[in-house]
């Protein structure tokens, strides 16, 4: 049986929580929460596995930790492993380092195209509401910010950890652009992920509905956590 500890008890982290608390994790249970304030130490003496749904902030406060404590992490804040320094603690061990698939899918083969030979083309382009993306006075689609994924994924730390996620898959912060348009009508969050190589031609669209708790993250997200949590509690 895995002991799970979670941080963070927001629009993710809740939905995790009431899940592990409901028995809907064959093979877990939940063993302590973490949120802000609350001490990681008495969680780690508790949990084998613990869950960051927190921020990119809270991963690199705790990360680093729950790895040296021999614990593993589950971690859905993918864009805090811009910071290479970071991402290098966190695949040190003795923990293990798991990430979710979050808002996005298609991770698998981009991640076995690139494997074939190198991508020579990515790019991912979000679209959310402008109040997630902190954008005022919109009355129609606005690009907001246009860069390579490791510059997008840590100026919009609660938004765009999709372009780390694509990056991580395909090996490569440099050859991933990530595109940040902030739309009214957007009333699903889209991600659209295309790439080309040696391996072919893809096109991934995404049209995620936002969490009525946090319209910047997918109603989604939480689930894929969980899909995870339950192959490594299997
Ligand atoms: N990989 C992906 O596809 C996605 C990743 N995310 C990431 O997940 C994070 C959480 O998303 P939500 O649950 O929607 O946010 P939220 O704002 O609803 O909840 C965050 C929770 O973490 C707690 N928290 C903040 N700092 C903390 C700290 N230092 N220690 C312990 N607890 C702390 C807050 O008090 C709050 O309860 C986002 O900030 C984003 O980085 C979000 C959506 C998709
Ligand atoms: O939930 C989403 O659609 C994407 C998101 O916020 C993120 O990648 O941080």
């Keep these: 049986m895995r002991s799970v500890a979670v941080i963070g008890r927001g629009a993710i982290g809740g939905v995790v929580i009431g899940a592990l608390e409901r028995g809907e994790v064959p093979g877990a249970r939940l063993a302590a929460v973490v949120d802000l304030g609350d001490p990681l130490e008495d969680a780690l003496a508790v ?9 990119q902030a809270a991963l690199a406060e705790h990360g680093p930790r729950v790895i ?8 859905v804040s993918i864009g805090a492993l811009t910071d290479d320094a970071l991402h290098e603690r966190l695949r040190g ?3 293990r380092l798991f990430l979710t698939s979050g808002a996005v899918g298609g991770l698998d083969l981009l991640r076995a195209a690139a494997a074939m030979a190198p991508l020579e083309r990515v790019r991912i382009v979000t679209t ?20 390579p994924a490791r510059q997008i994924a840590a100026a919009f730390p609660k938004s765009t950890n999709v372009a ?6 395909v090996g490569s912060f440099d050859v991933v652009e990530a595109v940040v348009v902030a739309d009214p009508a957007a009333t699903l969050t889209s991600h659209v992920i295309t790439a080309s190589g040696p391996a072919g031609e893809y096109r991934f669209e ?3 509905r936002p969490s009525a708790a946090n319209p910047a993250s997918s109603q989604v997200v939480p689930h894929a956590v969980l899909a ?3 192959d490594l509690a299997r």
Excluded at 47 to 55: F, M, N, P, R, Y
Excluded at 68 to 75: E, F, M, Q, W, Y
Excluded at 128 to 147: H, Q, Y
């Design 47 to 55: 949990a084998d596995l613990v869950v960051e749904c927190a921020g």
């Design 68 to 75: 040296a404590a021999g614990r593993d992490l589950l971690v």
């Design 93 to 95: 061990g003795p923990g």
């Design 128 to 147: 959310k509401k402008p109040a997630t993306l902190g954008v005022r006075d919109a009355t129609g689609p606005v690009e907001v910010m246009r860069g």
């Design 164 to 169: 780390a996620a694509v990056a991580l898959a």
């Design 206 to 208: 995404i049209r995620n």
């Design 228 to 230: 995870t949590l339950r």
